[in-house]
């Protein structure tokens, strides 16, 4: 039988706590003041300290890239990226990602230029990029978005017919694999994001990876002023992070294993209890060997309903978040480019909380408001 429309949610309001679309994951306090005291007993609290550059060392084993560059947050990683590959002028990057892929490419004095959505991954559709393309295309941006593969063939072939660079913007893929890569591994360079907010961080931080020996020396000098030594060799900038977030990186790094089952035996009691409905879940077809379950993302009818689920759970302190609206073609400071079908997703996308530990009776709840909701 349906569910009653009129089922008193806000009941919820004061037999529950808050719950958020995510939560940080915090490692045990006594190991993390453990490798602090490292870093206070030598009062070395930046510049590449033996915390960094042991992070650093593991992320790269972890991840099996060949560079690594741990960096304050990942929009710096993402400015960094474009002003080592000279990615001026017109790029190529796809409108359903969060803002600060399109702002760091504002702030390097590029010019975005959007290109549609693959309705079925959500990531950017390689077969509309070279209807875009001209003279003034330097590069490509894309997204691989909550952790979904990017058709990294198809772009790589383009940008090789074209002669452009490609920057993956890989803030919510830390542990996916594709072909038995690192999603991080793909591109000319890849950045990740270490937000507190993402499933591997160090509070606040980023990084950029690269494989290519001359990137990796501009970058590491462009992260740290253009210096090195007593000599200057370009306008740099300070991107670097510290040892306290150094520490958090290496406590958490230990418990990702626990981290990824926990966050996919959320996801598949997700995807039981939604299974009766015709909310999707995506993606339709997800082309990859390991997803790292960064969220749980459905996909409403309408904008309608989804503002109806949304107001239903908030009056229940549940808070899911619009992940990513608006389209960013649609931004106010950016001039409007036609993308359909990123505009129709924005619209009714929500991603629901997940994070480690959520309870089930909560999942349970949080699916009970949704359905009383279509």
Same mark, same amino acid.
């Given at each position: 039988?349906? @569910?009653?429309?009129?089922?008193?949610?806000?009941?919820?309001?004061?037999?529950?706590?808050?719950?958020?679309?995510?939560?940080?994951?915090?490692?045990?306090?006594?190991?993390?003041?453990?490798?602090?005291?490292?870093?206070?007993?030598?009062?070395?609290?930046?510049?590449?300290?033996?915390?960094?550059?042991?992070?650093?060392?593991?992320?790269?084993?972890?991840?099996?890239?060949?560079?690594?560059? =741990?960096?304050?947050?990942?929009?710096?990683?993402?400015?960094?990226?474009?002003?080592?590959?000279?990615?001026?002028?017109?790029?190529?990057?796809?409108?359903?990602?969060?803002?600060?892929?399109?702002?760091?490419? @504002?702030?390097?004095?590029?010019?975005?230029?959007?290109?549609?959505?693959?309705?079925?991954? @959500?990531?950017?559709?390689?077969?509309?990029?070279?209807?875009?393309?001209?003279?003034?295309?330097?590069?490509?941006?894309?997204?691989?978005?909550?952790?979904?593969?990017?058709?990294?063939?198809?772009?790589?072939?383009?940008?090789?017919?074209?002669?452009?660079?490609?920057?993956?913007?890989?803030?919510?893929?830390?542990?996916?694999?594709?072909?038995?890569?690192?999603?991080?591994?793909?591109?000319?360079?890849?950045?990740?994001?270490?937000?507190?907010?993402?499933? =591997?961080?160090?509070?606040?931080?980023?990084?950029?990876?690269?494989?290519?020996?001359?990137?990796?020396?501009?970058?590491?000098?462009?992260?740290?002023?253009?210096?090195?030594?007593?000599?200057?060799?370009?306008?740099?900038?300070?991107?670097?992070?510290?040892?306290?977030?150094?520490?958090?990186?290496?406590?958490?790094?230990?418990?990702?294993?626990?981290? =990824?089952?926990?966050?996919?035996?959320?996801?598949?009691?997700?995807?039981?209890?939604?299974?009766?409905?015709?909310?999707?879940?995506?993606?339709?077809?997800?082309?990859?060997?390991?997803?790292?379950?960064?969220?749980?993302?459905?996909?409403?009818?309408?904008?309608?309903?989804?503002?109806?689920?949304?107001?239903?759970?908030?009056?229940?302190?549940?808070?899911?978040?619009?992940?990513?609206?608006?389209?960013?073609?649609?931004?106010? =400071?950016?001039?409007?480019?036609?993308?359909?079908?990123?505009?129709?997703?924005?619209?009714?996308?929500?991603?629901?909380?997940?994070?480690?530990?959520?309870?089930?009776?909560?999942?349970?709840?949080?699916?009970?408001?949704?359905?009383?909701?279509?």
């Amino acid at each position: 039988m349906p @569910l009653n429309r009129s089922w008193k949610i806000n009941i919820y309001r004061s037999h529950y706590s808050m719950i958020n679309v995510t939560k940080a994951y915090l490692p045990d306090l006594d190991k993390y003041y453990q490798l602090i005291k490292r870093a206070w007993d030598k009062s070395w609290l930046t510049n590449n300290g033996e915390l960094v550059t042991e992070l650093e060392a593991r992320l790269k084993e972890f991840l099996g890239v060949k560079h690594l560059f =741990f960096c304050s947050n990942g929009t710096i990683a993402l400015q960094i990226a474009i002003k080592a590959l000279d990615a001026g002028n017109e790029v190529i990057t796809t409108p359903f990602s969060y803002v600060a892929t399109t702002n760091a490419l @504002l702030w390097e004095g590029c010019t975005p230029v959007f290109v549609d959505i693959d309705p079925n991954t @959500l990531c950017i559709d390689p077969d509309k990029i070279e209807a875009s393309i001209s003279s003034k295309t330097t590069a490509i941006l894309a997204t691989h978005v909550f952790g979904y593969a990017c058709d990294v063939e198809k772009i790589e072939a383009i940008a090789q017919k074209y002669k452009l660079k490609v920057i993956y913007d890989g803030a919510h893929a830390f542990g996916s694999k594709y072909q038995g890569k690192s999603l991080l591994g793909f591109g000319d360079i890849s950045t990740c994001s270490f937000h507190a907010t993402k499933l =591997f961080h160090t509070a606040e931080g980023g990084c950029i990876i690269t494989n290519d020996d001359e990137t990796a020396e501009k970058i590491r000098l462009m992260r740290q002023f253009g210096h090195h030594y007593d000599e200057y060799h370009m306008a740099g900038i300070n991107g670097k992070n510290s040892e306290l977030h150094a520490a958090m990186g290496l406590c958490i790094l230990d418990d990702m294993a626990k981290i =990824f089952e926990d966050r996919k035996k959320s996801s598949d009691l997700y995807d039981n209890l939604l299974k009766d409905t015709k909310l999707v879940r995506k993606p339709f077809d997800l082309q990859q060997d390991v997803y790292n379950y960064a969220f749980y993302p459905i996909v409403f009818d309408s904008e309608e309903q989804l503002l109806r689920a949304v107001k239903n759970l908030n009056s229940g302190e549940i808070h899911p978040r619009r992940y990513f609206y608006p389209s960013l073609n649609t931004l106010p =400071f950016i001039n409007y480019t036609e993308c359909p079908v990123s505009e129709d997703i924005a619209s009714r996308v929500l991603c629901l909380p997940l994070f480690y530990g959520i309870e089930e009776k909560d999942q349970n709840r949080i699916c009970h408001i949704i359905k009383a909701s279509l």
